[in-house]
């Protein structure tokens, strides 16, 4: 069984940074490709960003391209999500996952979800 435990979040102004984290522990973290999604009060869990096994692929979501940033490091057993020019529409629970080895946006190709971390944006 692989458990995550997501960090990192908080209060922003808007325009501000923040870096995600995601720790994993139980099993070999390195060959799973890894996600991050979000939900906001009221809306279904959205894809952000995804990244491949070994990190030589990234995808990320039209709405936060340019802006937010995916990285993995297999020995360190976690990976990242740098959200740069953050925007109120950004607020929500942010959840990594993981699942098979390539990229993949839908939630149910993820087996393993960590508990989330809430990033709220003012305006």
């Known amino acids: 069984q692989l458990q995550l435990q997501e960090s990192g979040g908080g209060l922003v102004q808007a325009g501000g940074s923040l870096r995600l984290s995601c720790a994993a522990s139980?099993?070999?973290?390195?060959?799973?490709?890894m996600g991050w999604f979000r939900q906001a009060p009221g809306k279904e869990r959205e894809f952000v960003a995804a990244?491949?096994?070994?990190?030589?692929?990234?995808y990320s979501a039209d709405s936060v391209k340019g802006r937010f940033t995916i990285s993995k490091d297999g020995a360190k057993n976690t990976v990242w999500l740098q959200m740069n020019s953050l925007k109120p529409e950004d607020t929500a629970v942010y959840y990594c996952?993981?699942?098979?080895?390539?990229?993949?946006?839908?939630?149910?190709?993820?087996?393993?979800w960590g508990q989330g971390t809430q990033v709220t944006v003012s305006s």
């Open positions: 996952a993981a699942g098979g080895p390539g990229i993949a946006t839908i939630p149910g190709d993820y087996p393993y």
């Open positions: 139980g099993r070999t973290f390195s060959s799973y490709g």
């Open positions: 990244i491949s096994w070994n990190g030589g692929m990234t």
